[in-house]
């Protein structure tokens, strides 16, 4: 099977697990009293889960070449932290197809910026017209969800 093929299931799945991610956090949120307490039980349970896998599939880390990593490379617990508990607050006030598309929306905003610029040690893919039209169509989105 081709291998961007599988990829793209991959990221389906995961945009998937988002969806459900949102209310989930967000029911936790409920019982232990605020957003920030509901993404600290998440992330505790998703790094259990990762310990267990990581003994499961027996990885070890490469902690030389992780300690030549740039500072950026070690900050992204800290924008999934930030994504939890905007989602948990998120939800029970705005429902959770809105959360879920303005996050989108969000991604895709700076994800295009990103590209352009080649931030991050990434590829430089240049903003066109097509890139503009596509984040154009998920903002059209959020309007659309959010009013009918």
Not at 14 to 27: D, R, S, W
Not at 30 to 50: E, H, I, K, Q
Request: cysteine-free.
């Amino acid at each position: 099977m081709n291998p961007s093929f599988l990829a793209m299931i991959a990221v389906v799945l995961g945009g998937a697990a988002t969806a459900l991610q949102a209310p989930t956090n967000a029911k936790m949120m409920g019982a232990v009293g605020s957003p920030v307490n509901a993404a600290f039980v998440s992330f505790a349970v998703g790094t259990a889960a990762l310990g267990i896998l990581a003994v499961m599939m027996q990885t070890k880390p490469d902690i030389a070449a992780a300690r030549g990593l740039p500072w950026y490379a070690w900050v992204g617990g800290l924008y999934g932290a930030t994504f939890v508990v905007a989602a948990a607050w998120g939800v029970p006030r705005l429902g959770v197809a809105t959360t879920i598309i303005l996050m989108v929306a969000g991604q895709l905003l700076l994800s295009v910026v990103l590209d352009h610029f080649g931030a991050l040690g990434m590829p430089k893919q240049p903003i066109s017209w097509g890139r503009v039209a596509g984040v154009g169509l998920v903002l059209a989105g959020v309007l659309m969800v959010r009013r009918f």
